[in-house]
Structure formats: structure tokens, C-alpha cells
């Protein structure tokens, strides 16, 4: 479509495309999305209420946030999965975090900031639940760790 103003000399230099017909660029988003929907763990893990199931959603979400250029999002998420759900991916909170401070996109205080406080929020929110259906004092993920 093409937009034109009413005077003929504005015409030569109006005219401009809009940008309704643009088709979207393809980002590395994009990718993401395609090759995560098109493996086999997605079906596999969505039919079972496994921990594993609740730590791929929170990291799919951490690395559309980062996609998304929100480092503080992407770290709150990873803290969040790695304390409640599976300590395997301290691994990958490690490498992304590591990978986010080197290009500056998140300070050290931001990090240990943002760690801390997800860390605390996240062990409120499953020791108390864990100790109840356990019958004992528990963290199950540092006990799976240590």
C-alpha cells in the first residue's frame, strides 16, 4: 500500500511504502521456536507431570527472555528452575549467566542480586511444601545435589 499526500509536488516525495505488508523478519527467536517445537521431547515431556516437564517450560520462557534482551528475566527464571525443579540446570544457568556478564548486559551486582533473591523466594516457596509431603525437613534438589 502506498500512502500519498493530496499536492502533487508532496507526491514525488511521499510516497512510501506502510509497513502492513512487511512480512516478518526471521530473528533467531524465530529459529528457537522452530526447532523447539519440531523435536521429539516437547510431546514426550508435555504428557508427563515430571519435574523435567516444569524445567523445560522455565527455560524455554528464559531463553525467549533473553531473546527478548530481559538478562534480569532469563536469570530470575534459571534461578527459579534450578532451585525448585532440577539442579542440572545450575549448568546452563552458569553458561548463560556467564555469557551475559561478558557481554555486559548484566552487571555482577544485578546477577548476584537477581540470584539471591530468586534463590530465597524460590526455597520459601518449595521447603516448606517439600518438608510436608516428605514428613521431614527437605530440599530435594540440594539433597539430589549434595
Known amino acids: ?22 512480512p516478518p523478519m526471521i530473528t533467531l527467536s524465530n529459529y528457537y521456536l522452530l526447532i523447539t517445537a519440531s523435536q521429539f ?5 508435555s504428557s508427563r507431570l ?9 527455560v524455554i520462557h528464559a531463553y525467549a527472555e533473553w531473546f527478548n534482551n530481559k538478562p534480569r528475566r532469563t ?3 534459571l534461578v527459579f528452575a534450578t532451585a525448585i525443579f532440577r539442579c542440572d540446570v545450575l549448568l ?9 556478564l561478558l557481554r555486559r ?4 551486582v544485578q546477577a548476584i542480586t537477581t540470584g539471591v533473591l530468586t534463590g ?10 517439600d518438608s510436608i ?13 549434595w
Open 1 to 22: 500500500i502506498i500512502q500519498s499526500s493530496t499536492s502533487p509536488q508532496q507526491k514525488q516525495t511521499s510516497l512510501q511504502p506502510t509497513t502492513t505488508n512487511v
Open 41 to 45: 521431547h516437547i510431546p514426550f515431556y
Open 50 to 58: 515430571l519435574p523435567n516437564t516444569f524445567a523445560l517450560l522455565l
Open 75 to 77: 536469570a530470575t527464571y
Open 92 to 100: 546452563l544457568l552458569f553458561t548463560v549467566g556467564l555469557t551475559m
Open 105 to 108: 548486559q548484566l552487571s555482577i
Open 120 to 129: 530465597v523466594v524460590s526455597l520459601v516457596l518449595t521447603v516448606p511444601l
Open 133 to 145: 509431603l516428605w514428613r521431614r525437613f527437605i530440599w530435594p534438589e540440594f539433597e539430589v545435589w
